[in-house]
């Protein structure tokens, strides 16, 4: 009897343990997170948002860019700047290597490239660039600027944005130009004062029919040929002389070979710096606003480098025993008339007094 009273107690337990246990709640897992209500004075202030995804700031990319000139030339020197504000811009994913002196090349092969998207960027004469874009032959002309304050004045204005238009329409994207100061008749044989005395003489010029005619209009043997030839060629009397200015005498060490310098200031001609477009487009929208900005400060600097180094380099010039003398600068600017009327018969005159109107 005992033991049939201690299974129905057993029993009763039992029951009694799983009543209780069904009537406990369950807890939740989580609570679910309340929406924002930001039209409730009571709602707890929604907490910060997160930044929101940094926009693809475009590609890694090594650009090559190539000069004729020497590497203490004020592009050279504007060109370094340029491509330490680039590389900041753009957190390092874009790296602008600098080649002076022609390492990569003559300009016609630059220019080539950038077609090609093999050469990122080139500077290039105006000599070299008329041969893809003819109209810029009026840069070619003798004495189409008077002065340094003249064609600063265009490239500023009207000029420089038909330069931009024009580059763009071949094919190349415009980065800007490069101040080269006034081009001269160098030589290793003597001074030049009047067109007479190039007689014979064979004077190195650009790859230009323009600036190779212009030579032979003055009385020499216009002899197109890459920058970085000139010194070899003056040395093994393949030369007699070159056109150019003060700086790039001293910038490429020519004056060793050649120490004669007549100021005949025939050409103040801007030298331009173009990109391959297939490079330019493949960079982002920020990368290329960083790259334009920079550009902008890159023609300031080279200008501004240029004029303080001028004098200065002639001074030096002198000590190396460079000659110079002045020249009847009328009698070259006559001789070279025929050349206005061949560019007029091309291209007719507006162009010629796009230039000639600026304002300065």
């Given at each position: ?129 008329a041969t ?55 030589t290793d ?115 501004q480098f ?55």
């Amino acid at each position: 009897m005992k033991k049939k009273l201690s299974i129905v107690l057993a029993l009763a337990l039992v029951l009694a343990l799983a009543l209780s246990a069904c009537g406990q709640a369950a807890a939740p897992a989580a609570a679910p997170a309340a929406p924002a209500d930001s039209g409730s004075a009571a709602a707890a202030p929604a907490a910060p948002a997160a930044e929101p995804a940094a926009e693809d700031d475009g590609p890694t990319l090594s650009i090559n860019l190539s000069s004729p000139v020497g590497d203490t030339h004020p592009a050279i020197q504007a060109y370094k700047i340029f491509a330490e504000e680039v590389s900041a811009g753009t957190n390092g994913k874009i790296t602008i290597n600098v080649y002076p002196n022609g390492a990569l090349g003559d300009q016609a092969d630059g220019l080539a490239g950038l077609k090609l998207g093999t050469m990122g960027m080139q500077h290039c004469n105006s000599g070299p660039v008329a041969t893809v874009i003819p109209e810029f032959d009026v840069f070619n002309l003798p004495y189409i600027f008077d002065s340094g304050e003249h064609i600063r004045a265009a490239m500023a204005g009207e000029v420089g944005e038909w330069v931009k238009e024009k580059v763009e329409e071949a094919g190349f994207h415009y980065l800007g130009w490069i101040y080269g100061g006034s081009r001269s008749i160098i030589t290793d044989v003597g001074p030049v004062v009047k067109p007479e005395d190039l007689n014979g003489l064979k004077i190195r010029v650009q790859s230009s029919d323009t600036m190779v005619a212009m030579i032979n209009a003055m009385g020499g043997i216009g002899t197109p040929m890459a920058q970085s030839e000139v010194y070899s060629a003056l040395q093994q009397g393949v030369i007699d002389g070159w056109e150019n200015s003060v700086i790039t005498l001293q910038s490429l060490s020519l004056y060793e070979v050649s120490q004669y310098f007549s100021r005949t200031e025939h050409l103040i001609n801007p030298d331009f710096l173009l990109m391959s477009q297939s490079v330019w487009d493949s960079m982002s929208a920020s990368q290329q606003q960083v790259m334009t900005e920079a550009m902008e400060r890159c023609v300031a600097n080279e200008i501004q480098f240029w004029l303080d180094q001028e004098a200065e380099t002639e001074a030096k010039l002198l000590e190396e025993g460079v000659s110079f003398n002045d020249v009847d600068k009328a009698a070259f600017n006559e001789a070279c008339q025929p050349l206005w009327d061949t560019y007029k018969a091309n291209f007719g005159e507006e162009n010629i007094l796009r230039i000639q109107n600026v304002a300065y």
